[in-house]
């Protein structure tokens, strides 16, 4: 089964500052990997994925993926109060039908 | 855009009790539709996976019988606590995906189950 990690529980960093967000999983048939935002009240929204190994860049997101590791990060560049939410980190697999197993999240707070 | 729509918001129910959640996708089929359950405790657990003309799937301490789910077509999709207890509590989500193997799922705003 699916096992998905983040680090750390909680991040607190200064507007502008550069923020780096962990997330293990254990299965190497993982497929694509994604991050979601979600504020408080509201539901889980996707932000970015990535699939093969490498980096990936979207605006100010840019996420990195090692298959051998288990491992992928999100870096916000430039942070905003706005990114304040909880980030969470999704690993997608097909069992057949397509399984997508989350962390328990990375809560992230940026003082203006 | 794909939007999905959960209700109710938030219900407060005794110990014992039953309740409904619902799920609506506008603007999109909903080929499967996953059910999540986001814990006080932090956790953010699959309850069971709902694919149109499948099976439902479970999760290892997740059953039928708790946890009935209907899926009668691409837009719709239903879920109850059945007999809540204190460890139901938590922020039901349900994520609808289009289908094609992505890994991307839309997700509502959650049905919130207090438990007295």
């Known amino acids: 089964q699916e096992k998905v990690q983040q680090s750390p529980e909680s991040l607190i960093v200064p507007e502008g500052a550069m923020v780096s967000l962990n997330c293990s999983f254990s299965?190497?048939?993982?497929?694509s990997i994604w991050w979601y935002q979600q504020h408080p009240g509201k539901g889980p929204k996707a932000l970015i994925?990535?699939?093969?190994?490498g980096n990936k860049k979207e605006g100010r997101l840019t996420v990195y993926l090692n298959r051998a590791s288990l491992h992928v990060s999100l870096h916000i560049k430039d942070s905003q109060p706005s990114d304040s939410a909880v980030y969470l980190c999704?690993?997608?697999?097909?069992?057949?039908?397509?399984?997508?197993?989350f962390g328990a999240g990375t809560k992230l707070t940026i003082k203006p | 855009g794909a939007l999905v729509y959960q209700y109710p918001r938030r219900t407060i129910c005794k110990s014992g009790t039953s309740m409904r959640m619902e799920c609506q996708a506008v603007?999109?089929?909903?080929?499967?539709v996953a059910w999540y359950r986001q814990s006080p405790q932090k956790t953010f657990e699959l309850i069971a996976l709902?694919?149109?003309?499948?099976?439902?799937?479970?999760e290892q301490n997740f059953t039928q019988e708790k946890f009935p789910i209907s899926h009668p077509n691409l837009s719709f999709s239903s879920m109850t606590v059945l007999n809540a207890y204190l460890e139901d509590r938590g922020l039901y989500l349900c994520?609808?995906?289009?289908?094609?193997?992505?890994?991307?799922?839309?997700f509502g705003e959650g049905s919130k189950l207090t438990v007295l």
């Open positions: 999704a690993v997608s697999i097909n069992y057949g039908n397509e399984k997508i197993t």
């Open positions: 299965d190497s048939a993982s497929q």
């Open positions: 709902s694919t149109v003309n499948s099976a439902i799937k479970y």
């Open positions: 603007g999109f089929q909903a080929t499967s």
């Open positions: 994520g609808a995906s289009r289908g094609g193997n992505t890994g991307q799922l839309y």
């Open positions: 994925s990535i699939f093969s190994n």
